[in-house]
């Protein structure tokens, strides 16, 4: 650090700051001790070898002096603010459409915190900055090095003294932000940590408080633009550096002393200049060839290592074991502003002041070869650069920009009149009643509002006042207010893109294979695909692949508006709602985790069943995903052999049911498909003895529901032939059955009804007990409880479904009205909670039962009470021939008994009926129909004979 | 001014004023007795940077854009439409304003059911008309007439509660800027001088009584004023206006800071409160603005005053709160019993200042109920 001295360029303004400060403070010491202090760290900032060229983010008067210089200097070497792992993307960015983000993903962590995953770090790039200047530079031009010297994302995280995302990590507009995305565009980063060049802002919120209140602004970037941007816009070289240095020591001095955010900005300095020094040592590149772009808050460094000439050693500690994927993701103006807590539009803003500036200026930025996107064509490289101009003395600027009120630019009124016709057709076309008239009380009371705020012309912020004011009458719900109108008419929000040949392979390999769709999935609008599978089978591989997107990316990334695909099942005609430009990040971040989409998804599948928390049931579902959608045997194999062990690990049976429906799916299909593969064969057996081992707990368990044990005797009676089969023994379950004993009365009903099946207990018996029930005023109430038992009952024995049907028959037959009406409801409410899927079920039986029409019903009689009465003997009847034959010849029938076990004997016919007397008279009086029928018998045993 | 009740705004601050304009170099529009910039001044405060020899108090607390939006619609060609909820201090903003610019807040129309269009043009001394005939003497203006004739700022109170076509005589008089006055036969239009404005108001829940007509709403620039939700902003106000009414009565009483704070928080609260009911009966009736708040400390410190030890007391702010807040019979008594029991009591047994605050409020909800 270089002791303040009173000669230098410098001298005269330190003195009259120090004689200001005394005036106004009373005593030297503390203003005096900021203002030398900010004058001499300009003083030292300019003053060293290596250039340092002050920046601002998203400042087009720092672009616009960057190109400048640039020209002016042609510098060999380029240092840049950028964490130094990041450099390999930067080629990429031709391919691309800014505003795109060089993101460092990582979701494997080592050295980190498990819970702080997955890391991500964004630093998004846009056309107007002075960073992109560079870039392009040093990109285009031969012979020209760039080298980004920041620490690495690994370090980010290493100084971060917290978790990211937590509250009160970054005050607002610090290097670091944690984003808090608000629409859909807003949200584009993520949640990732921000990195930004050129940070600066004041440090805590008072200082910019009181910044905004006598700036008469409502907002810093609105501060920033009418005290800084546009009085800095058409500056020199000199000034611009000088001016820049000032505010970022200004910050630096004014800020709250001990934050841990101090202590990374002075780290990341020492840790730049450290790499700029080896970097030096190592290229051997001449420092006055060199220029070192950082933020202004960083060129006003006291650190000990600032300088070329400083020899203070830094330590920069080793990266962590954490795998770096890198790659570019798409950004936007209003998720750079969201992330970085800027007001709403100003990067717009920042982008059209930078497109008029260089139209005004005529100077032709640099931009990278091929690059997508923006109004001009690359030019810097091609005209004829002049000679490097030989640097002169610092000489003092300050006095006079500190001294001047900023140079007002007169009033534009063409530009001013343009914006006012414009908005008020954008409002037109957007449902408000603006007029002409509206036109031209904008433009009045932009200019009077700019007059007001002591601006010569009015800013696009008040510009968008002026509207608010003139234009907006109501506020109507789902309406773009007119703010919103203003923003958009500064350009709006633009949406940058990743170019194809910049996505990481496997996002290439998605667009490749998708590609016999025909659509242009770099669109950000929606695209509609039809894929008829049957005329065109060359398809099928998409929309496998599509499948597979589907469950791998957000919901609304790749939609199926027709079609389905369930085990075993396809679509022949799909349509899908493709949003893949839009959702670019999810697809690049894929990419992160494999080179196809299939090897991710398979990872996915094999991470879901070996979590923490994995039970049975999920792992069933990722069995099920890989069957559906990769149905590679192998991975089947696997992930079933890890379901059965997790099942046999089981402690409770809150899954049962789940697991019952996945398992009898995935039986289903395999019986269908080939032969059963061994893990179905182990997960059966395994669940036949796990549940017959839980079953007496779950009975008398209270936390195990109804269903959780209905569905664990559905597993249990549904498998139990595969099991037996298998070699299990049914006794198991018998004991099981045996050794249940529960309390509450649907597990009561339950295993009742669980005994029935296994023959333990017949139909007459059950009825007998259900009739007790009903008889016993005490008990009453619980039966709808009975009754919900019996129909979970239902899922494992459904044969049952013509006693549950009369139980809840005589139910409402034989409980008293004071009795039954307060009982329906619960009935309902019971039936809804515990048995919605078996209701069906319990209607279809009960629509079989019950009468079909209204007069049926006065003859109907329940079958059961029906059953009750002894069945009346029928008297044998004569039937002609037969009867007598088998009369005559009753060994054969005698044998068939004897062997069906069916005692009884032969009843005596009554030797063949008399035929009614009045049917002899008709046929006798009418012998026509007769004879012809013997006509015909007659001819046909002819024909026969023939 | 001391025979006044309430002084309007240009003879309270007319010393102010005084000031103001001679010390005003900037430029003035049409008529206007102070600039654009210290009209602004005199409405949200000096600060040192305005380089003033005297201070000049803030008098309307909000976000300065609306005050500067507000002072820049009177400059244009349209009228200046105040909207917001009802307490949010649009009628003393329309009284600052008109005081500022031109010396007279005084030529009012109240909007309501009962307005007719004689109130906003002219009607007529009957006795004269018989003793003399229809002559410009006979004539009564109103007062949107009388800012006309003088180029000065006219108010109408509560726009949207006079009925369509009462409004929609203003769509002439903004437009034309002259009324014309068809029964005399010569001298029969008056014209507006230069300076001539309308500063309305109307309240937000009041929408769709008398909504304007899209042909008035054209010629009205809207100034929508929130509520004031800022906790430092209210606190302001609050102090502001009680000591304005403490010295209109003559009182000599001290606010402590700890009663105001747990006037804020407890309207704070019960916006909370509202905010999350999900059906009427489960809001208060009030519209909890800082108008009410004011209103509730006013009656606590006249309470404290004529019937209490002169001293303002928890207990009775909370009595004054329940007073003034308690309008329908159940469902405001129980929202407020709700709210003491709810979270009151719990911050009463770790503050000991908001103990005298529950024990008053559950007398007076006793006392209601």
């Known amino acids: 650090m270089t002791a303040p001295t009173t000669a230098g360029p410098f001298g005269a303004l330190r003195e009259q700051l120090t004689a200001a400060a005394t005036a106004f403070a009373g005593s030297s010491q503390a203003v005096s001790d900021i203002l030398a202090g900010i004058v001499d760290d300009v003083d030292r900032a300019l003053g060293e070898e290596l250039e340092i060229f002050p920046v601002c983010h998203h400042s087009p008067a720092s672009a616009l002096a960057m190109l400048r210089r640039l020209r002016a200097k042609q510098p ?101 932000e944690v984003a808090a995305p608000a629409g859909e565009e807003a949200a584009l980063h993520g949640d990732a940590v921000g990195v930004e060049l050129g940070d600066l802002r004041p440090r805590f919120a008072e200082l910019e408080a009181y910044l905004l209140h006598h700036g008469k602004v409502r907002h810093w970037s609105e501060w920033w633009d009418q005290y800084v941007e546009q009085p800095l816009a058409d500056a020199d070289h000199d000034t611009y550096r000088q001016v820049m240095v000032l505010i ?41 060839d060199c220029l070192y772009v950082c933020g202004a808050f960083h060129a006003a460094s006291r650190v000990e290592q600032f300088g070329l000439r400083a020899d203070a050693p830094f330590e920069i500690g080793p990266r962590t074991g954490t795998r ?152 109507v719900p789902g309406r773009r207010d007119v703010r919103r109108l203003c923003e958009i008419l500064f350009g709006g929000d633009r949406v940058g893109q990743v170019g194809y040949e910049a996505l990481p392979p496997l996002a290439r390999d998605v667009h490749d294979r998708l590609a016999p769709l025909g659509l242009d999935l ?44 369930r085990l075993g099942q396809r679509s022949i005609q799909e ?179 669980a005994r029935h099946q296994l023959g333990l207990l017949p139909l007459a018996e059950l009825r007998e007990r259900c009739a007790a029930l009903l008889a016993n005023p005490l008990v009453v109430p619980a039966f709808p409880q009975y009754l919900s038992g019996f129909v979970q009952a239902l899922e494992p024995v459904p044969a049952l479904a013509p006693f549950v049907v009369e139980a809840m028959s005589s139910a409402f037959a034989r409980l008293p ?115 012809a029928l013997a006509a015909l018998l007659e001819t046909g045993s002819c024909r026969g004979e023939d | 001014m001391s025979e006044m009740l309430r002084a309007p705004a240009e003879v309270k601050y007319a010393e102010e004023l005084d000031y103001l304009e001679s010390v005003d170099t900037d430029p003035k529009p049409f008529s206007w007795r102070l600039s654009p910039r210290m009209v602004r001044l005199f409405v949200l405060g000096s600060e040192r940077a305005d380089g003033l020899d005297r201070e000049i108090p803030q008098k309307w607390f909000g976000d300065r854009t609306f005050v500067e939006r507000s002072i820049v619609t009177l400059a244009s060609d349209r009228g200046l439409l105040l909207i917001g909820d009802p307490g949010t201090g649009k009628s003393w903003l329309a009284e600052l304003l008109a005081a500022a610019v031109c010396r007279n807040s005084t030529l009012v129309v109240q909007g309501t059911a009962g307005t007719t269009e004689d109130h906003i043009k002219y009607s007529w001394n009957v006795s004269m008309v018989i003793a003399r005939g229809q002559s410009r003497e006979s004539m009564i203006p109103s007062p949107i007439m009388t800012a006309m004739e003088q180029g000065t700022v006219g108010r109408f109170e509560e726009l949207t509660r006079s009925t369509s076509d009462v409004q929609d005589a203003l769509i002439s008089i903004l437009s034309e800027k002259y009324v014309s006055i068809p029964e005399l036969d010569h001298d029969n239009i008056v014209f507006a001088r230069p300076g001539f404005s309308i500063i309305a108001t109307a309240n937000s829940r009041d929408r769709g009584v008398n909504d304007l007509s899209s042909a008035l709403k054209r010629r009205f620039n809207f100034v929508r004023i929130p509520v004031v939700t800022n906790k430092r902003s209210e606190a302001e106000i609050v102090r502001f206006r009680t000591e304005e009414l403490l010295r209109r009565h003559q009182i000599a009483l001290d606010v402590p800071p700890t009663l105001l704070d747990i006037l804020l928080q407890s309207f704070a609260d019960l916006r909370a409160a509202a905010s999350a009911a999900t059906s009427d009966d489960e809001k208060l009736e009030s ?19 004529f019937f209490g030890d002169r001293t303002l007391r928890a207990a009775t702010l909370a009595g004054s709160l329940v007073g003034s807040l308690a309008r329908r019979s159940p469902e405001d008594l129980a929202i407020l019993n709700k709210y003491l029991h709810g979270v009151v009591e719990p911050r009463a047994k770790q503050d000991s200042g908001w103990e005298g605050f529950l024990d008053g409020g559950r007398q007076a909800i006793a006392a209601l109920s």
């Open chain 1, 76 to 176: 060999r070497v380029i240092y840049l603010e950028l964490c130094e792992d990041l450099q390999p993307l930067l080629g990429e960015l031709r391919n691309c459409r800014l505003p795109v983000a060089l993101q460092a993903f990582a979701s494997q962590l080592d050295g980190f915190p498990a819970d702080w995953g997955p890391l991500s770090v964004v630093a998004p790039i846009t056309e107007a900055s002075a960073e992109y200047q560079a870039i392009a530079y040093a990109l285009e031009t031969p012979g020209v090095e760039l080298v980004l010297v920041d620490r690495s994302t690994d370090h980010v995280f290493q100084w971060l003294p917290r978790p990211p995302g937590t509250a009160d990590d970054a005050p607002t507009g610090g290097d670091v």
């Open chain 1, 248 to 288: 970022g020591s200004l910050f630096r001095r004014l800020r709250p002393a001990g934050a841990e955010r101090n202590d990374r900005d002075e780290d990341r300095e020492r840790y730049m200049w450290t790499r700029m020094r080896q970097h030096l040592a190592a290229s051997g590149a001449d420092p006055a």
């Open chain 1, 324 to 475: 770096w994927h890198h790659g570019l993701i798409p950004s936007s103006h209003s998720a750079i502003e969201a992330q970085f807590g800027l007001a709403p539009g100003s990067v717009s803003i920042a982008a059209a002041t930078w497109s008029k500036a260089v139209a005004r200026t005529g100077l032709t930025p640099y931009r990278l070869e091929g690059q997508r996107g923006g109004r001009t064509r690359a030019g810097g490289r091609r005209r004829a650069t002049p000679a490097a101009a030989p640097a002169a003395a610092v000489e003092d600027r300050l006095s006079g920009y500190l001294a001047r009120p900023p140079a007002a630019r007169g009033l534009d009124e063409a530009e001013l009149r343009g914006w006012c016709v414009d908005i008020v057709r954008l409002a037109r076309r957007n449902g408000y009643l603006a007029s002409t008239a509206d036109a031209i009380a904008v433009f009045e009371t932009a200019i009077l509002l700019a007059g007001l705020r002591n601006r010569a012309r009015p800013t696009p912020y008040d510009f968008a006042d002026a509207a608010v004011t003139c234009i907006e009458k109501d506020v």
């Open chain 1, 522 to 565: 770099e669109k950000r609008t929606i695209q509609r695909a039809l894929v008829d599978l049957r005329a065109s089978p060359e398809l099928v591989p998409c929309s496998d692949l599509l499948w597979r997107l589907r469950h791998l990316l957000p919901r609304d990334a790749v939609r199926p508006i027709m079609g389905e695909r």
């Open chain 1, 575 to 753: 349509s899908w709602d493709l949003a893949l430009g839009r959702s670019q990040r999810a697809l690049i971040e894929l990419g992160y985790e494999g080179v196809t989409v299939e090897q991710v998804l398979e990872q996915r599948l094999r991470r879901a069943v070996r979590g923490p928390d994995v039970t049975a049931s999920v792992a069933l579902e990722a069995v099920e995903d890989a069957v559906r959608l990769l149905d590679g045997p192998r991975l089947v194999e696997e992930l079933g052999a890890r379901a059965v062990e997790l099942l046999a690990a089981e402690r409770g049976v809150d899954d049962a049911p789940e697991v019952l429906r996945r398992i009898r799916r995935l039986l289903a299909h395999h019986r269908a498909t080939g032969p059963l593969p061994a893990w179905c064969g182990a997960f059966v057996t395994t669940g036949y003895a796990h549940y017959c081992t839980l079953l007496p707990t779950a009975f008398l368990d209270g936390e195990s529901g109804v269903r959780q044990v209905g569905a664990m005797l559905g597993f249990l009676f549904g498998m139990e032939s595969l099991a037996l089969s298998l070699g299990c023994d049914r006794s198991q379950l018998e004991l099981a059955v045996a050794q249940s004993h529960p309390e509450a009365p649907a597990k009561v009903a339950l295993l009742w009804a």
């Open chain 1, 817 to 931: 009205d004071p009795v039954l009406l307060p009982w329906l409801p619960t009935l309902i409410t019971t039936l809804r909670e515990h048995g919605a899927e078996l209701v069906p079920l319990l209607v279809r039986e009960a629509g079989r039962t019950f009468p079909g029409s209204l007069p049926a019903l006065d003859a109907w009689v329940p079958p059961w009470s029906a059953a009750a009465a002894p069945l009346p003997v029928a008297p044998a009847v004569a039937s002609g021939p037969v009867t007598a034959l088998l009369a005559s010849h009753p060994e054969s029938v005698d044998a068939v008994a004897a062997l069906l076990g069916c005692a009884g004997g032969w009843r005596a016919t009554d030797g063949g009926a008399a035929v009614p007397a009045g049917l002899t008279a008709l046929l006798a009086a009418h012998p026509e129909t007769t004879a």
């Open chain 2, 287 to 305: 519209a909890l603005s800082t108008a009410e708040q004011i209103g509730v400390l006013e009656d606590a410190i006249l309470h404290s005053q």
